[in-house]
C-alpha cells in the first residue's frame, strides 16, 4: 500500500482488491470497512446523502466500535 | 473563512523528489513510509516513460508526466466520512487531520481514500536518525498517517514544507476562497484538473498541465497572505516583504525578512539554503 515505486494511482477498476488488501487483518470487520468506503464514495458522488449513509451503517458501526462519532449523524438522530 | 488549497503545475514538474523528501523530513515520516510521492504517468514501472527512442530519422514516441500525488484534502473527504471514531476530520480551514490520540488503527479511511494517500504504522515507527527529523512528533504503532499540508507550519504563517523546497516553483499554496489569492488566480487563468474528479470527492489539490505557468518569485517562507505584496503577473520587482527591505541588508541566505509576533521562520537566520 502507498508504494513509492508504483506508478500510478490504482485503476478503479482494481481498487476493492487494493481496499480488501488494505483491510486484511484488520482488528475489525473487514467486510463492514468495505461496504462503509463504497458507500463513503457513493456520498462524496451525491449518490448517497450523509444521514442516509449514517443511519444505513449506524447500528453496525455501533455494534463494532461501541460507538458511532461519525461527522454525518444527521441534526436530531437518535443515538439509541 | 479560509479554504486551504495547493496548486501543483505538472509542466514545471521535474520529478526531483525535493517535495516528498522534504516532507518526509519535515514530518519525522518513518522509515519506508511516505506521504507525498512523485508518480508518473507513461511506462508500466516508476520513472519510466511509455514510447520508443527515435529511428531511422524518426522523432521518437518518448512520453512521461510526473504526477506527484499526497492527500488532496478533500471537501467531501470520504475518509473522514468512514472514520467511527472521529480521528480524521477537517479543521475549519479545510485540512483534513488525524488525531492520532483517537486513531484506532481499523484502516476504514485507508479503504475509502482512493488516492491511497494514507500509510499505516504496522510496527513501532523506525527513524533515522533515531531521535527523528524535523518539527513534528512521532506517531505511534497502530494509527495511519497522511500529509497535513504542513499544519505546523500553517499556523505558523509559513508554507508547507513540499513548497518551500520544490526548486521548481511547481508548488503554490494558499487560500481557495480568497479570489486574490495565487492559488485562486492560478485555477482560474490556468486549465487545472482534480485526480479522480468522476468520484466527487473534490479535492482541495488542482493540477496545472498542458501549459507552463510563470511559477511564483520564492520571496519568503512565510505565506502569500503575510506578505504585502506578491504577485505572480508582476516581474517580481516588487514581490518584496515590505519588512524585508528595510530590515534585510545582511545578504545571509536564510529568512528574508523579519517575522511578528510568535511566527518563527523555520530556516536559520544566518547560513546559506536548507529547511532544517
Redesign the interface.
Known amino acids: 500500500?502507498?508504494n513509492?515505486?508504483?506508478?500510478?494511482?490504482?485503476p478503479?477498476d482494481e481498487?476493492e482488491d487494493?481496499?480488501?488488501a488494505?483491510?486484511d487483518g484488520?482488528?475489525?470487520d473487514t467486510d463492514?470497512?468495505?461496504r462503509?468506503?463504497r458507500d463513503?464514495?457513493r456520498?462524496?458522488?451525491?449518490e448517497l446523502s450523509?444521514a442516509e449513509?449514517h443511519e444505513k451503517y449506524h447500528e453496525e458501526?455501533l455494534a463494532?466500535?461501541g460507538?458511532?462519532?461519525?461527522?454525518?449523524k444527521p441534526e436530531g438522530f437518535d443515538d439509541d | 473563512m479560509t479554504n486551504y488549497g495547493l496548486v501543483i503545475d505538472q509542466e514545471r514538474c521535474i520529478g526531483c523528489q525535493a517535495c516528498?523528501v522534504s516532507c518526509k523530513q519535515e514530518n519525522n515520516v518513518p522509515m519506508g513510509?511516505?506521504w507525498n510521492?512523485v508518480?508518473?504517468?507513461?511506462?508500466?514501472?516508476?520513472?519510466?516513460p511509455s514510447g520508443g527512442y527515435p529511428e531511422d530519422g524518426g522523432s521518437g514516441s518518448l512520453d512521461m508526466q510526473y504526477?506527484p500525488?499526497a492527500c488532496q484534502h478533500?471537501e467531501?473527504?470520504?475518509?473522514?466520512?468512514?472514520?467511527?471514531?472521529?480521528a480524521t476530520?477537517?479543521r475549519d480551514d479545510g485540512i483534513v487531520e488525524i488525531d492520532y490520540d483517537k486513531c484506532?488503527?481499523?484502516?476504514?479511511c485507508?479503504?475509502?481514500c482512493?488516492?491511497?494517500?494514507?500509510?499505516?504504522n504496522w510496527d513501532e515507527p523506525d527513524h533515522m536518525p533515531e531521535e527523528g527529523t524535523g518539527d513534528v512528533a512521532a506517531r505511534p504503532q497502530g494509527v495511519v498517517e497522511k500529509c497535513t499540508f504542513c499544519s505546523h507550519r500553517v499556523d505558523e504563517g509559513l508554507d508547507p514544507a513540499c513548497v518551500v523546497n520544490c526548486p521548481a516553483d511547481a508548488r503554490i499554496f494558499g487560500d481557495l476562497d480568497d479570489e486574490g489569492s495565487t492559488v485562486s488566480k492560478y485555477i482560474n487563468e490556468y486549465e487545472t484538473d482534480q485526480?479522480?474528479e468522476?468520484?466527487?470527492?473534490?479535492p482541495k489539490t488542482h493540477y496545472i498541465s498542458g501549459e507552463m505557468s510563470p511559477g511564483r518569485p520564492q520571496t519568503s517562507d512565510k505565506m502569500e497572505s503575510e506578505l504585502d505584496d506578491v504577485s505572480p503577473w508582476s516581474d517580481g520587482s516588487e514581490d518584496v516583504p515590505a519588512e524585508a527591505s528595510e530590515s534585510d541588508s545582511s545578504g545571509s541566505g536564510g529568512s528574508h525578512h523579519s517575522i511578528e509576533g510568535d511566527a518563527a521562520p523555520h530556516v536559520p537566520a544566518v547560513g546559506s539554503g536548507g529547511d532544517d
Open positions: 500500500m502507498n513509492p515505486q508504483e506508478p500510478r494511482l490504482t478503479i481498487w487494493e481496499a480488501t488494505m483491510l484488520v482488528d475489525y463492514l470497512g468495505l462503509m468506503a463513503a464514495i456520498v462524496s458522488n451525491g450523509d449513509f458501526v463494532e466500535f460507538e458511532d462519532e461519525r461527522p454525518t | 516528498a513510509q511516505f510521492r508518480l508518473t504517468e507513461g511506462g508500466d514501472k516508476i520513472d519510466t504526477q500525488t478533500c467531501n473527504a470520504p475518509c473522514v466520512k468512514v472514520c467511527p471514531v472521529n476530520y477537517t484506532i488503527g481499523c484502516r476504514y485507508m479503504a475509502a482512493p488516492y491511497n494517500a494514507r500509510v499505516f485526480l479522480l468522476d468520484r466527487g470527492t473534490n
